[in-house]
């Protein structure tokens, strides 16, 4: 298994700035990936962040509003920029050593003024 | 889009009752997966099951796959207070990504 961990776990943000989440593993995964939960919605993907290389995202989803970093094979940051009310969701990041089991991180609950 | 769409949407029971969720997808699948949301938390894993099986067991855990109806089942038995929670489930096709379903909230009155 592994262990993840978000920072922060909420904020709240002025419309217009920008927020940086960052997503720790206890242990080199091969797959990390961010998604984002709307209030009372499932989770969509938002992106596949790759080690080394620019993240994948998703359709609807652009790295100019979603800038992914995974600098090694333990951490990954999401940025959500120029922020608007709309973006107020839960933030989920997940990693795994498979691509059949992600370990979900408890999530960064972010709110937009 | 959705690939998982789970029924009931809300489920509320009695202690020690069992509950049944059921999930439908569209496509084919690698494995299909049940998480555990509580209030708003991460997901909890909590089973997995691959295209090639039928039955799996975890606990109190009985989830089902039926490919034929691209249909899954997930079986909570003696049901708890702390099940309470929001229960998805999850595809994963080839390519790793898991689509999630939209969730049923399970109430389990004490």
């Known amino acids: 298994s592994a262990v993840i961990s978000q920072k922060p776990s909420r904020d709240i943000c002025q419309r217009g700035t920008s927020l940086t989440i960052q997503c720790q593993v206890d242990?080199?995964?091969?797959?990390m990936f961010w998604y984002r939960q709307q209030p009372g919605q499932s989770l969509t993907l938002i992106a596949t962040a790759n080690q080394g290389s620019e993240a994948t995202y998703e359709s609807g989803f652009v790295i100019d509003k979603f800038p992914i970093s995974r600098p090694n094979l333990t951490f990954s940051t999401l940025t959500v920029s120029n922020m608007s009310p709309e973006d107020s969701s839960i933030y989920l990041c997940s990693g795994g050593h498979t691509k059949d089991e992600q370990f979900f991180g408890p999530g960064t609950r972010l709110t937009v003024l | 889009s959705q690939q998982g769409e789970e029924d009931p949407q809300a489920l509320s029971i009695q202690e020690g009752e069992n509950a049944t969720m059921n999930c439908s997808y569209k496509t084919s699948i690698n494995n299909l997966q049940w998480y555990r949301q509580n209030s708003g938390r991460g997901l909890v894993h909590l089973i997995l099951?691959?295209?090639?099986?039928r039955e799996k067991h975890s606990g109190r855990l009985r989830v089902t796959l039926d490919t034929s109806k691209k249909s899954s089942s997930l079986l909570i038995t003696a049901s708890r207070a702390a099940d309470t929670a929001s229960y998805f489930c999850?595809?994963?096709?080839?390519?790793?990504?898991?689509?999630f379903g939209k969730g049923i909230t399970l109430s389990v009155r004490p």
């Open positions: 099951i691959r295209s090639n099986e």
């Open positions: 999850a595809t994963a096709g080839a390519n790793s990504k898991l689509t």
């Open positions: 242990s080199q995964v091969t797959m």
